[in-house]
């Protein structure tokens, strides 16, 4: 069984900085592909980053393409989503996906493993 679990999440001014963590356990890490996910209240579940089994490939969503940046350790069994210049709109709990196709996915059901979400405010 795979477990994920995601840290780093809080509460910062616009403009600011995260980076959030998920550490994995279980599992073959490094045979994963990996993503984050956010979901806002009242909005559906979207597509942020992913991240191939190699670490060699990513893609991001639109809304955070030049401000957010995904990477991983296959030995730590780490992903990391590094957020700079946030947005009000960025607000949301944030969820760390595992897929077991080793490639990057953008679509939620091409993930077998979730977190259980950390809350990023951005709020002044």
């Known amino acids: 069984q795979v477990h994920l679990v995601e840290s780093g999440g809080g509460l910062v001014l616009p403009g600011e900085s995260l980076t959030l963590s998920c550490v994995a356990s279980?599992?073959?890490?490094?045979?994963?592909?990996m993503g984050w996910f956010r979901q806002a209240p009242g909005k559906e579940r979207e597509f942020v980053a992913t991240i191939n089994w190699m670490g060699v490939t990513t893609s991001y969503a639109d809304s955070v393409k030049g401000r957010f940046a995904i990477s991983r350790d296959n030995i730590k069994k780490t992903v990391w989503l590094q957020m700079n210049g946030l947005k009000p709109e960025d607000t949301a709990v944030y969820y760390c996906?595992?897929?077991?196709?080793?490639?990057?996915?953008?679509?939620?059901?091409?993930?077998?493993?979730w977190g259980q979400g950390t809350q990023v405010t951005v709020s002044s």
């Open positions: 996906a595992a897929s077991e196709g080793g490639l990057g996915y953008v679509e939620g059901p091409d993930y077998d493993y």
């Open positions: 279980g599992g073959t890490f490094r045979n994963f592909a």
